[in-house]
């Protein structure tokens, strides 16, 4: 069975701050991808990033940045410079060797303040 | 890009009532779809695997019969929530893979509020 956790239900920053959103995953399959959504309150999934298992580098992406790490079966996402737009609810999920078939954590609900 | 379309994007009924929500994929074929449920300031939680030209796959504790599913063409798939009542009130989002690159791609969900 697959389970991910978003050990952070909400977080409140103020503007212009770091924020590092937590995942943890598990899983027995060997072959796995690891995905962030970002769901603004008007309710569609943004997708953010996918990671299959056997890449482990750190990717950036602009203000984006995310951390994977096997040995802790973290997947862990920094905003750098937040900004009120990234006020949102973000969505760590996993996906095994079932096509589409996603595992969702419970969510982080990010709210950034001017 | 590959694009999922769901509608309606929101739907209000009484109670008794059965909705139809149909998910498209736009400019790919998708033998395989994905119905989502969400519950307010809940996590989505998957409800059903649904496969063209054959029956829907349901997780468990999904009643297959409240919630009707076809995928009668590789583009389209639609999910009826039969006899709705307020705890039916949720949102509703499908999503489908491209099957040579696994990109998975959502549709914009569809808010259902029975009264």
């Known amino acids: ?114 | 890009g590959a694009v999922v379309s769901q509608h309606p994007s929101r739907v209000i009924c009484k109670s008794g009532t059965s909705v139809k929500i149909e998910c498209r994929s736009l400019d790919f074929q998708a033998t395989t779809m994905f119905w989502y449920r969400q519950f307010p300031k809940q996590s989505l939680m998957l409800m059903a695997t649904s496969n063209e030209g054959s029956k829907a796959t349901y997780e468990q504790g999904v009643e297959k019969d409240k919630f009707l599913i076809n995928h009668a063409s590789l583009t389209l798939s639609t999910l009826t929530v039969t006899s709705a009542h307020p705890e039916d009130s949720s949102f509703y989002i499908c999503s489908a893979n491209l099957e040579h690159t696994g990109e998975l791609f959502f549709g914009e969900g569809s808010r259902l509020t029975v009264l």
Request: contains cysteine; negative net charge; glycine residues 6%.
């Open chain 1, 1 to 114: 069975a697959q389970k991910v956790t978003q050990a952070q239900t909400e977080i409140s920053v103020v503007e212009k701050e770091d924020v590092t959103l937590d995942c943890v995953y598990e899983t027995r399959d060997t072959t796995y991808y690891l995905f962030w959504y970002k769901q603004p309150p008007s309710g569609e999934l943004v997708f953010l990033i996918r990671r299959n298992s056997f890449d482990e580098q750190n990717e950036i992406s602009g203000r984006y940045s995310w951390n994977f790490q096997k040995s802790t079966s973290s997947f862990n996402f920094t905003i750098t410079a937040s900004q009120v737009v990234d006020s949102a609810v973000y969505f760590c999920a996993q996906r095994g060797t079932s096509y589409g078939k996603l595992t969702f954590g419970q969510g982080t609900i990010l709210t950034v303040h001017p």
